[in-house]
């Protein structure tokens, strides 16, 4: 059980990193007007698989008894979390490059954001 625990906070630190280095990769290919690579759109593909690797650790803490203390706001992070990204690649597709740099950009500092977010629900 406590590895599970460990491994659910260290993955979130990886989370912040790598989302943190998405938004500043995207928000400066926004703000220099180039293209959004092959290169950033799998780097926000390895990074929402991380968020869905810590939903399911969650899923399996939760499922062993170890509830955060605002369960119900904790798993509303969590798929907001999961889900941003995805929305943002659907809005951000056919539009210009300056655009869909920023888009990325804010969506992965949403996601750091909520990160946070999901770890002052969970304390007490």
Do not use: D, K
């Not at 979130?12 to 959004?36: D, H, K, N």
């Not at 990074?47 to 509303?76: D, S, W, Y």
């Not at 990204?85 to 954001?113: D, T």
């Amino acid at each position: 059980m406590e590895h599970i625990l460990r491994l659910h906070s260290n993955l979130l630190f990886t989370i912040l990193v790598v989302f943190g280095i998405l938004a500043l990769w995207s928000l400066m290919l926004g703000l220099l007007r180039r293209p959004v690579g092959q290169w950033l759109l799998s780097g926000m593909a390895i990074g929402v698989l991380l968020v869905l690797a810590e939903c399911i650790l969650g899923v399996l803490m939760i499922i062993q008894g170890l509830r955060p203390f605002r369960t119900e706001m904790h798993i509303l992070y969590g798929i907001i979390a999961l889900l941003t990204i995805p929305i943002a690649h659907s809005s951000a597709r056919n539009r210009e490059p300056r655009s869909q740099g920023l888009m990325y950009a804010f969506a992965c500092m949403f996601v750091c954001v909520i990160a946070l977010r999901a770890v002052e629900m969970a304390r007490p």
